[in-house]
């Protein structure tokens, strides 16, 4: 029986995402950055919560943990390398560890980049991977803490998954990723449709994510720096695609 995925806004602009598996009745979240939106979609819903996956320490993404398991206890899954800086885990985790859920098995990604301890979840069997501040929709996130060859083979990691894997992914950056995109791929007609639905979404109110690997293949920048269009755009033709990364990088730290 498939998953049920629920994408939940916090704060002004994250992503947490629910994941309920009916037959066993169990619920994950992933990362909290605060506790009330949470609750009140597993009380709508009449689900009880049994996992939290926590993605990085960051606070946006991790600050609601203990309000949320004073009222919803749950097992705390997290980054051993980060178990220093994150709320109290009961199972530390990295590379190739593996979490039964459900009828489901998580799996655990390191891609490291925006910050050395991320992790990414993987649910192979339902085509879900969480993402959150590493491959964003039209994005990735800053380098906080990693290089861009640490941030390139994350991306392309995660970018060798199956196409139709659907990625959960952590902010809503949507409207300025696009701008940014067709600066740096401006001949790149899937980006064209792509500016149309955002807009559509974000004047409905609607999130532009989840989206799916096959279309961050198709637009998003940070895995196009291999290509011909995104390598002239930077007059970096022939280039190492991990130093076209830095570029592309650099210029949309700087991009308003
Ligand atoms: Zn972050
Ligand atoms: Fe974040």
């Known amino acids: 029986m498939p998953l049920t995925l629920v994408t939940l806004p916090c704060l002004s602009d994250n992503y947490t995402y629910l ?151 952590g902010h809503e950056y949507a409207e300025t990723n696009i701008r940014f995109a067709r600066a740096i791929d401006p001949d790149n007609p899937d980006l064209i449709s792509r500016q149309r639905e955002i807009a559509a979404a974000r004047s409905a109110g609607r999130p532009t994510v989840p989206t799916t690997l096959a279309q961050e293949l198709a637009t998003n920048p940070f895995l196009r720096c291999h290509t011909p269009q995104v390598q002239a755009q930077v007059n970096m033709a022939g280039a190492d695609p991990v130093d076209v990364f830095a570029e592309v990088r650099k210029r949309r730290d700087g991009f308003r």
């Open 19 to 169: 994941v309920h598996d009916d037959a066993s009745g169990e619920t994950a979240v992933f990362d909290v950055p605060e506790a009330e939106p949470i609750l009140a979609e597993l009380k709508r819903r009449g689900w009880t919560l049994s996992h939290i996956f926590l993605t990085h320490h960051h606070d946006d993404h991790i600050q609601g943990t203990g309000a949320l398991l004073a009222e919803a206890p749950a097992t705390v899954i997290g980054a051993r390398a980060d178990a220093h800086r994150l709320p109290p885990l009961d199972t530390q985790v990295g590379e190739g560890d593996a979490i039964a859920f459900g009828g489901e098995t998580v799996e655990v990604l390191e891609v490291p980049g925006h910050t050395t301890g991320h992790l990414a979840y993987h649910l192979p069997r339902s085509g879900i991977l969480v993402t959150m501040d590493s491959l964003m929709h039209l994005g990735c996130g800053r380098l906080f803490e990693g290089t861009p060859a640490m941030m390139h083979a994350s991306l392309h990691k995660m970018a060798a998954l199956p196409p139709q894997t659907v990625v959960c992914s």
